[in-house]
C-alpha cells in the first residue's frame, strides 16, 4: 500500500541557509532518501518553497478566491513529502519516524485512497 508522510516543521527554527546545521540537515535527508530508494519503497517526494510562497485556493459561489500564505496558521508548516510502498502502516511509520524532520517537528502518515480507475 501506498503512504504519503507530510513532514512539518517549524520555518523560524529551521537552520539557516549556508550554516553548519543546515549543511547537516541537507547530507541526512540525503542519507534517508536513498535508504528509502535502496530498500525499494520510494514512489515520490519533494521539499517545497517556504511558506510566505504558498498561495490558498477556495472556490465559493463558483468564485475563485485566492489568499497569500498557507490555508491557517500554525506553529509547524508542511515543508515537505515522501510517498512510499510499504506492506502495511507499522512498516509506514517504522520509516517515518527516520525522517529528519520528525527529531524536530511530526510526520504525518495517510494511506493512499485506492480508487477503481
Known sequence: MR???LIYTSEATEPKRG??????QHADYGTYTHALQSAGLMRGGAALQPIATATTVRVRDG????TDGPFAETKEQLGGFYIFDCANLDQAIEWAAKIPGAARGSVEVRPELETEA
Open 3 to 5: 503512504y504519503i508522510a
Open 19 to 24: 550554516t553548519p546545521e543546515q549543511v547537516k
Open 63 to 66: 468564485k475563485t478566491l485566492t
